[in-house]
């Protein structure tokens, strides 16, 4: 739910945007006519799934009316996790009502700041200490309820990556021997996310996902992706993140301090941490390149495509610092790297034209 940023209403969405409205003015004014707020219902930014979110404001402020398509969207898993983390003191956006036949929702609205957009050399060492307590108190939560993130999912994941990014928008054919190096590194990642102590993981916690709210705390949004699984996961998406990038040595100074207060962390060495911390980054940057290439590709998203560049360069940074992995770096050096921006700038022109 990135509030930060205007989004346009598709004709395709403009009949449940009218349905919408009928379902909140019977939650919220029922047996009344059509209050003026129903006409005035704002589309506000979206996120990378299917769901469409509009503010109304109502005389007790402003709230999100969210439409999320059950057949893409699961409302249940994130009303429930909503109620996990409330528990644990976390700020997250209280539902008020839910349809889950219609996947409509009303949902508190905790405003326009993206952390990306308050995030400078002064402020990140605040903010980062306040981001990294959250993901502390989500790891507190019972995990019972969630799916884990399994070998499975980790390699399907994966399989994102290769088809979207490398086949898609790279272009490149992938033969046997350029196979069997990409099962080698999965193979490779995957073991080492399932080494790795686990508890919940909200599974996109970036600048993008959190909001700054008045006296410069932080609430969450999109979790409704939570699983079971690699504690370091949550920390790697927030100090390697796709939307803005920080000096290696920062990142590890976060990183130490995120270490010495976790209770499945304290007692390890910062060599493991810091390669299970890399390796599952590797893998979530990944994913993320496929994701940013289906977007434009199957969901004619291209907003992504710019951050291709960055998540790349966190890639193949990891690749050369591990020689385990090192056969990788060379390959995206010599057959990726040289097509990144002349594909990208390809793309551009054919989204303009």
Not at 4 to 27: D, I, N, Y
Not at 214 to 231: C, K, M, R, T, Y
Not at 325 to 345: M, T
């Amino acid at each position: 739910m990135n509030t930060g940023h205007a989004k346009q209403v598709t004709p395709s969405a403009r009949e449940r945007l009218q349905q919408l409205k009928q379902w909140a003015h019977k939650v919220l004014t029922p047996g009344q006519e059509l209050p003026a707020w129903a006409a005035h219902m704002s589309p506000v930014g979206g996120d990378a799934g299917f769901r469409n979110y509009y503010r109304l404001q109502v005389p007790e402020g402003s709230l999100l009316a969210v439409d999320a398509p059950p057949e893409t969207e699961d409302s249940r898993a994130f009303v429930s996790i909503a109620g996990l983390l409330k528990a644990q003191g976390i700020c997250v956006p209280n539902v008020h009502s839910v349809d889950y036949q219609s996947g409509f929702m009303l949902v508190d609205d905790l405003g326009d700041t993206l952390l990306l957009e308050a995030l400078d050399d002064n402020s990140a060492d605040e903010f980062y200490r306040k981001a990294l307590d959250i993901i502390l108190q989500i790891q507190k939560c019972e995990p019972d309820s969630l799916p884990p993130y399994s070998r499975e999912l980790l390699m399907t994941e994966l399989e994102i990556y290769s088809q979207w990014f490398l086949e898609e928008l790279m272009g490149l054919e992938i033969d046997n021997s350029t196979q069997k190096q990409l099962d080698q590194l999965f193979e490779r990642l995957t073991e080492t996310a399932l080494q790795q102590p686990k508890g919940v993981v909200h599974r996109d916690f970036h600048s993008r996902n959190l909001m700054v709210l008045s006296e410069g705390n932080l609430g969450v949004i999109d979790f409704q992706g939570a699983l079971h699984g690699p504690v370091l996961y949550d920390a790697v998406s927030l100090l390697k993140d796709c939307y803005i990038r920080w000096p290696r040595h920062k990142v590890e100074s976060w990183l130490r301090l995120f270490i010495k207060t976790h209770p499945q962390l304290k007692d390890v060495k910062f060599e493991t941490c810091l390669k299970w911390f890399d390796w599952i980054g590797l893998q979530r940057h990944l994913k993320c390149l496929g994701i940013f290439s289906r977007l434009w590709f199957r969901d004619h998203k291209p907003q992504y495509l710019p951050e291709i560049p960055a998540t790349f360069a966190y890639v193949l940074d990891v690749c050369e610092r591990y020689e385990e992995l090192a056969f990788h770096a060379q390959w995206l050096k010599q057959s990726v790297e040289p097509l990144l921006n002349e594909r990208i700038a390809d793309t551009r022109v054919e989204i303009e034209q």
